[in-house]
T-cell receptor, first 114, second 109 residues
Framework: DAGITQSPRHKVTETGTPVTLRCHQT?????MYWYRQDPGHGLRLIHY???????DKGEVSDGYSVSRSKTEDFLLTLESATSSQTSVYFC?????????????FGPGTRLTVL | QKEVEQNSGPLSVPEGAIASLNCTYS??????FFWYRQYSGKSPELIMF????GDKEDGRFTAQLNKASQYVSLLIRDSQPSDSATYLC?????????FGQGTELSVKP
């Protein structure tokens, strides 16, 4: 978890409300990722960023948006939370190519949507 | 067919035994292979990676890669109760990294 923080660590919200999760890194890594982890599905990529203001969709991007205005911060927004978005969300970082370089994970955020 | 498949387990082994964790993948263009360990309630942490066919050893851990069979495995020698965790296989290629669903390992004292 060194060098990567996520906030909040736990959140309970209601269906239809907007939610923003924050990932902050102190490693100056170029790539940042948002994953969700659900039982039976492993880690699934939501969105990733390859630089400031440069983002792309992952495998399960519907209902999520991201922004990266600074190298160190990567925000994940659920515009209108649904119960299916109840999950554990992990931020990860890597120095280079996501398919070849080690990814390091933050501590995670547990989100419950009622 | 899932892109990266692992047996979900749980895999139970006695303390001191060898634990063998397996992973298969579907994309023949895959080039990099990672094993992560995840303790309950914690985030994944890298154990080791392997890029070339054959074995790679790091302490009690050995990763084995067979690209022809599209198979990668992780052996844990002298298993300890502290090795009890979920082990995630991740396969990289074509600009993306895909994770398997993980295998839960339980090492019994």
């Amino acid at each position: 978890d060194a060098g990567i923080t996520q906030s909040p660590r736990h959140k309970v919200t209601e269906t239809g409300t907007p939610v923003t999760l924050r990932c902050h890194q102190t490693e100056n890594h170029r790539y940042m990722y948002w994953y969700r982890q659900d039982p039976g599905h492993g880690l699934r990529l939501i969105h990733y960023s390859y630089g400031v203001k440069d983002t792309d969709k992952g495998e399960v991007s519907d209902g999520y948006s991201v922004s990266r205005s600074k190298t160190e911060d990567f925000l994940l927004t659920l515009e209108s939370a649904t119960s299916s978005q109840t999950s554990v969300y992990f931020c990860a970082i890597s120095e280079s190519d996501p398919s070849a370089d080690t990814q390091y994970f933050g501590p995670g955020t547990r989100l419950t949507v009622l | 067919q899932k892109e990266v498949e692992q047996n979900s387990g749980p895999l139970s082994v006695p303390e001191g035994a060898i634990a063998s964790l397996n992973c298969t993948y579907s994309d023949r263009g895959s080039q990099s292979f990672f094993w992560y360990r995840q303790y309950s309630g914690k985030s994944p942490e890298l154990i080791m990676f392997i890029y070339s066919n054959g074995d790679k050893e790091d302490g009690r851990f050995t990763a084995q890669l067979n690209k022809a069979s599209q198979y990668v495995s992780l052996l844990i020698r002298d298993s300890q109760p502290s090795d009890s965790a979920t082990y995630l296989c991740a396969v990289g290629g074509r600009g993306k990294l895909i994770f398997g669903q993980g295998t839960e390992l339980s090492v019994k004292p």
